[in-house]
């Protein structure tokens, strides 16, 4: 298997832009995480998704903020418009229930820098 | 609310030199504790989950054992390519992990 799919793994822009983040999951999980990583907070838990639903979206931090699941196989987070301290790398992760109980496979990971 | 501390939060090693790391949680409810290996420029990498107190389980040079408080992963006489970051998470009531800040261990030949 592939595992968890990221693009794009290095992104730049300037404040006031629009981002998009795409992941695709390991074939067959039905869970679907997005995470934030930073030096200071660590990883933060942003939104999941079960089922293509999201279920908790309680770490988005605000409504710049928002995810979507089209399908199975694939998710986006979007966030509109940046700001330098959305500056972060992100992660998205899948689990399935039916493997070792919430083993979480993590992507590659996409490094934002936002000017 | 549900927490979870580690330390120390960097840790130099000699080569061959054992150690362990510790995670304290609090949280109600635990389902689980999960112990990830992270790289550098690399997303986290699962390494164990423990579901009660007095459970161990091992893999190669690491062993992760926990109590009703906290976890500790112990590293027997490390090698330079264990340097990285440890994470340890806990799942409580719902499907999401509560991460750690991470250990940093850097192990010098």
């Known amino acids: 298997d592939a595992g968890v799919i990221q693009s794009p793994r290095h992104e730049v822009t300037e404040m006031g832009q629009e981002v998009t983040l795409r992941c695709k999951p390991i074939?067959?999980?039905?869970?679907l995480f997005w995470y934030r990583q930073t030096m200071m907070r660590g990883l933060e838990l942003l939104i999941y998704?079960?089922?293509?639903?999201?279920?908790?979206d309680s770490g988005m931090p605000e409504d710049r903020f928002s995810a979507k699941m089209p399908n199975a196989s694939f998710s986006t987070l979007k966030i509109q418009p940046s700001e330098p301290r959305d500056s972060a790398v992100y992660f998205c992760?899948?689990?399935?229930?039916?493997?070792?109980?919430?083993?979480?496979?993590f992507g590659p990971g996409t490094r934002l820098t936002v000017l | 609310e549900d927490q979870v501390t580690q330390s120390p939060e960097a840790l130099r090693l000699q080569e061959g030199e054992s150690s362990s790391l510790n995670c304290s949680y609090t949280?109600?409810?635990?389902?689980?504790l999960f112990w990830y290996r992270q790289d550098p420029g690399k997303g986290p990498e699962f390494l164990f989950t423990?579901?009660?107190a007095g459970e161990e389980k091992e893999k190669e040079r690491l062993k992760a054992t926990l109590t009703k408080k906290e976890s500790f992963l112990h590293i027997t006489a490390p090698k330079p390519e264990d340097s990285a970051t440890y994470l340890c998470?806990?799942?409580?009531?719902?499907?999401?992990?509560?991460f750690g800040t991470g250990t940093r261990l850097q192990v010098f030949p």
């Open positions: 992760a899948s689990s399935s229930r039916l493997g070792t109980y919430n083993e979480q496979f």
């Open positions: 074939s067959g999980h039905d869970y």
């Open positions: 998704f079960n089922n293509n639903v999201p279920i908790d």
């Open positions: 949280v109600s409810g635990l389902r689980g």
């Open positions: 423990l579901y009660s």
């Open positions: 998470a806990v799942q409580a009531r719902t499907d999401k992990l509560i």
